[in-house]
């Protein structure tokens, strides 16, 4: 891998506005050394010191050692060492976030960018990740952040605060945590998300889903909105591309709904591994008879990339075969995602069927939804569309 140039903390926060594309702060290189001092702080190589915080969700075993009850894995680890995700680490029978406030990507997007496209359309979110995750998805778009330890990655140290002031510079009104998964950098998110709501800005989480409930639910009371990576509706595709399972998900899912959380699903379709008409009739059934007719699913295209390179991008027809399952099993919104100009990017009245919001891509070109909605027949179009005053 090649180095990274090392970046000061004013050149990071403004190409994190300007920079198109995630910004990221390198490859990794090579791992530093002191980070595993029990107490000390770690210095990153790119000038910050990281301070270790106490993990929220954990609990305390004999012989120094602890088990995660962050998410699903429920990882036992002994002194010293750290749970599967390498960014939490026990020390002396205490256990440590070391990503707290250790940004690795910053950026504003378009919310759609998420995707969200029933979550305040059109404007701009403060979108920001730490390294680590807590699956290994072998179509990873952001491996060379998601799949390395914090150390191995260049990071910027940035604050609750100094995210929420970035929120308000840039006129965001939402900070989305995203591009790796939010899960492994809970403490951050959630302290950020709480600095957020003071300030009147709104916290969304794009995320796999992969998290206990205990956590979730505390999670939820400082959230607005959540997008779930649904990988697949087998536990087979979870366990043999994703290091996962699906099960945990499904239960995530089911208590987003019961919190009346908004949330989106998004369903990245690749070739022969995902897109058989069975399992997506089986996923489509289930998210309308468990989650409602009203939640959107995007049905994203697959291109090849880290340990997926066989196989060629998502064909347009297999998207639209998702997109009219979906619809047959009774979903007012499913979306076809990565295929700019496509019908299926727009929103449809449920009712009359006319278009209410047209989408090119991440922008949006015409949007009629008036107080939540359709102009043309009154029927209701589920979404957060204003910001509560
Ligand atoms: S959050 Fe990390 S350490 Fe905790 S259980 Fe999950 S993978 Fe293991």
Not at 81 to 87: A, H, M, P, T
Not at 92 to 104: D, F, K, P
Not at 192 to 215: F, H
Request: with cysteine; glycine share 6%; proline share 6%.
């Amino acid at each position: 891998m090649k180095r990274s140039k090392t970046v000061s903390r004013r050149e990071f926060v403004k190409a994190g506005i300007t920079a198109a594309g995630a910004l990221y702060l390198g490859c990794p290189d090579v791992l530093a050394a002191s980070e595993s001092a029990a107490g000390a702080v770690i210095t990153g190589k790119s000038g910050g010191e990281f301070t270790p915080y106490e993990a929220m969700f954990y609990k305390k075993l004999e012989d120094a050692r602890v088990e995660c009850q962050l998410c699903p894995r429920e990882c036992k680890i002994a002194d010293l060492e750290r749970g599967y995700c390498g960014v939490r680490e026990n020390r002396g029978g205490t256990y440590y976030t070391l990503v707290h406030s250790r940004a690795c990507a910053l950026h504003v997007d378009p919310i759609e960018k998420k995707p969200f496209f029933h979550y305040l359309p059109g404007t701009p979110a403060v979108s920001v990740a730490t390294a680590g995750c807590n699956v290994e998805c072998k179509f990873c778009q952001n491996w060379q952040i998601s799949q390395f330890r914090p150390e191995q990655v260049n990071s910027m140290k940035l604050t609750p605060s100094d995210i929420v002031e970035h929120a308000k510079r840039s006129h965001s009104p939402t900070i989305a945590y995203t591009y790796t998964e939010p899960v492994v950098f809970y403490e951050f998110m959630y302290d950020t998300a709480r600095a957020a709501r003071q300030e009147g800005i709104t916290s969304v989480v794009v995320s796999n889903g992969y998290i206990k409930e205990e956590p979730l639910v505390e999670l939820c009371k400082h959230l607005d909105a959540v997008k779930i990576d649904l990988k697949a509706f087998t536990e087979e595709f979870y366990k043999d591309t994703c290091s996962g399972s699906l099960k945990p998900v499904l239960e995530t899912l089911v208590t987003l709904k019961k919190l009346g959380m908004w949330f989106e699903i998004v369903v990245l379709i690749v070739p022969t591994l995902n897109d058989s008409e069975k399992e997506l009739k089986e996923m489509c059934t289930w998210v309308c008879e468990e989650l409602g007719p009203d939640v959107p699913i995007h049905f994203s295209r697959f291109h090849p990339t880290y340990k997926i390179t066989n196989l060629p991008p998502t064909p347009v027809r297999t998207l639209e075969m998702a997109r009219r399952i979906a619809q047959e099993a009774g979903l007012n919104f499913a979306y076809v995602g990565n295929v700019p100009g496509h019908e299926g990017e727009h929103t449809y009245c449920p009712g009359c069927k006319e278009m209410v919001i047209k989408r090119v891509g991440y922008t949006i070109v015409k949007n009629t939804i008036l107080n939540g909605k359709c102009q043309n027949c009154e029927h209701p179009i589920a979404g957060v569309w204003d910001l509560k005053v």
